[in-house]
């Protein structure tokens, strides 16, 4: 059975792009979530910072420059490659390996924290607890994210969330940094014009 | 990336540093608690050897293993290779259980080049008669990048018995694409005329180990195949340590940083003597780790992603 044509084809519709956080606003949410980060684990000893690239490896410098400007501890940054752990490698063109760099005192028995920009199905966040779990045995693991959209695929959250931003599906948030893009800003791609 | 590895021509430079640079992810994984990745987990690499080997072989299961894949060893003796079957029809029955890899040795140069148009799967040359070797080229550029920081612009020195070396002639040409300069050292008998125009121009040929050694950043010895001496390519086996064998005095001759290479295995006392193998500008072990890294970088590449 065929469906009868539209009555009005929709008009081709504008891509909207909405900024939802200026340079500015990154700048404060990264300070929040060195303060949040600093309160939930008593002054971040035994943390370590883990980035996962792109975006979440500059992020955790981002936040361990905070921290220690805000209370002066040194928090470890590493950084975890998660690209053999991937759930989709074999739907895409072999991807690049990344280097992971863990921290000189490694993460045994650490708090570790990753670091990533966007949180969106939680496939990646699930990757890197894999991957983490072959290159050490850490006391406990959180997350820190810039940007929450939602759409969880797997029973992941973040403990510290910079903004949540409600999305459709079809939309897309670009994370920008200034050391990987030049500029700091999160945009929405594919929104509904308001 | 390319479908399969069957020669050092197939990578281009920009392939074959992102070879060199994932197998340097991969020798990460060596220092690890727990050696073992998921990428290739559900995948099935064959090893298909119609010659004795020892060291290539476990590398590529040690590689394949590490990465997660199944690993079948077929092996010529033993199979129904002995009953006589051909290669066409072996191929197709690893073909028909669904072998994703397969990785093969045999002594007919261009067997790897046949059988990759039989399978649906990635073909791996692991040596192929008296013709090429790519994944030990890999694993010498590896070697040598790893202790000299660079390739462009070495000079390294192939010196032995390159008419039946497959080492010679994949390492001339990825030491080629990858701007290093090659010098082929041996007795005339065994360089085969216009062999450096023919793989690779820039390519050199000297027949004097002595007036290369102080110009060069590495020197690779090959091994002298005792199986061939028969034909008479040289007039005997001290004539030619003599000449060609790399011993303690030529060694030191050699600039302060360079390194000394052999694929293995090695006749001690034949093209290296053990005061020269056993120094610490020596990577002959470290060669054999390396392998491991570089065979996992190539597995992963070929088979990690959703490449037809």
New interface residues.
Partial sequence: MAYPPAAHPSPPRQPSVKVILAAADVSRVVDRIAHQILEKTQGAAGTVLLGIPTRGVPLAHRLAARISTFEDVTVPVGVL?IT??RDD????????????DLPPGGIDGKRVVLVDDVLFSGRTVRAAL?AL????RPASVQLAVLVDRGHRQLPIRADYVGKNIPTALAENVKVTLAETDGTDEVKLYGGTPA | ?IRHLLSGADLDAGTAT?VL??AA??A?VAG???K????LRGRTVVNLFYEDSTRTRISFEAAAKRLSADVINFSAKGSSVAKGESLKDTALTLQAMGADAVVVRHPASGAPHRLAEWVDGSVVNAGDGTHEHPTQALLDAYTMRSRLGRLDGLHVAIVGDVLHSRVARSNVLLLSTLGAKVTLVGPPTLIPVDIAAALAPGTDVCYDLDAVLPDVDVVMMLRVQRERMGDSYFPSAREYARRYGLDGPRMRRLPGHALVMHPGPMNRGMEITPEVADSPRSTIVEQVANGVSVRMAVL???L????R
């Fill in positions: 490659d053999l752990y490698l074999r739907r895409h063109a072999t991807r690049a390996v990344g280097p992971t894999d779990s072959d290159v050490g | 990336m992102l640079d994932t992810e991969m990460t690890r608690e727990v073992k990745l998921p990428a992963y590449l070929l990690g992603g959703n490449n």
